[in-house]
């Protein structure tokens, strides 16, 4: 009998392990793709080194290098620390939507296209960036069509993000 609840013991300690392993890949395979397919610099900073949450709060500010933060494999850079604290407690909250990447180009085409962070929208409590170079702001043009842009736009980040 004792044998027998050793074995089970035993049995569930290594299905326990396997399974904390398994976890344990599965978000290492999360950060890696959100490494490769996130807006992000050589050092994996997101927004060019904005603070994400001053978009929240008004207006974009720089982050700061001294005061960052990696989630989920990306760094962020905050121009406070109360900023900071407050990205820890709801990060999901706060990241950009698209990994960073202009919302108008991702509903228009499905392509990953370069931001401007001073150009953004705040819709239902989510961050869009869009281009503004070359005397072109999408967000102009987003705004146009918002509700279709963004429908195709959710679609299209959803084929990126969830490739097999």
Request: glycine content about 6%; hydrophobic content about 40%; aromatic content about 16%.
């Amino acid at each position: 009998m004792r044998n027998v609840q050793a074995r089970n013991k035993l049995a569930i300690a290594l299905g326990l392990s396997f399974w904390i392993l398994s976890i344990v890949d599965l978000v290492a395979q999360d950060d890696s793709l959100r490494l490769k397919e996130f807006n992000l610099n050589n050092d994996n900073v997101a927004l060019q080194g904005y603070d994400v949450v001053s978009y929240f709060m008004g207006a974009p500010l720089k982050g700061k290098k001294s005061v960052a933060y990696t989630y989920q494999g990306v760094n962020y850079w905050f121009n406070s620390t109360d900023n900071l604290d407050l990205f820890k407690k709801q990060p999901e909250k706060f990241e950009p939507v698209y990994g960073g990447w202009c919302a108008y180009a991702m509903g228009e085409t499905g392509e990953k296209i370069k931001i401007d962070p001073k150009s953004y929208k705040i819709i239902d409590g989510k961050l869009y960036l869009f281009y503004n170079f070359y005397f072109n702001n999408t967000l102009i043009d987003w705004n146009k069509d918002e509700h279709q842009l963004k429908a195709n736009a959710d679609a299209n980040w959803h084929k990126i993000i969830n490739k097999p």
